[in-house]
């Protein structure tokens, strides 16, 4: 069994910064597809943006440019920088991890973007 914990969600204004992080309990973040997922008050999850094991990423076009994820492998954490930061990118963020055909998702972090 894998448990993923999130943190570093709050409130941040308009413009602002945040870096999420997803820390695996177990060595997998190496050989996972990492990713994060948000979902806003009434709608969808929706995927944010992909890691693979060999360091391939892809992004929403929502948050192409602004956001980046990234993985230390060595101290099992899967990151997403999130920059100029819009009230429409408030959501509860997910990490999931895809690894030897199984699924795992974390408790979710709250990201309010507000003035």
């Known amino acids: 069994q894998v448990q993923l914990v999130e943190s570093g969600g709050g409130l941040v204004q308009p413009g602002g910064s945040l870096r999420l992080s997803c820390a695996a309990s177990?060595?997998?973040?190496?050989?996972?597809?990492m990713k994060w997922y948000r979902q806003a008050p009434g709608k969808g999850r929706e995927l944010v943006a992909a890691?693979?094991?060999?360091?391939?990423?892809t992004y929403a076009d929502s948050v192409k440019g602004r956001f980046t994820i990234s993985r230390d492998n060595a101290k099992n954490t899967v990151y997403l920088q999130m920059n100029s930061l819009k009230p429409e990118d408030t959501a509860v963020y997910y990490c999931?991890?895809?690894?030897?055909?199984?699924?795992?998702w974390g408790q979710g972090t709250q990201v309010t973007v507000s003035s």
């Open positions: 177990r060595s997998i973040v190496s050989v996972a597809v």
């Open positions: 890691i693979s094991s060999f360091g391939t990423t």
């Open positions: 999931n991890a895809l690894a030897y055909a199984l699924n795992y």
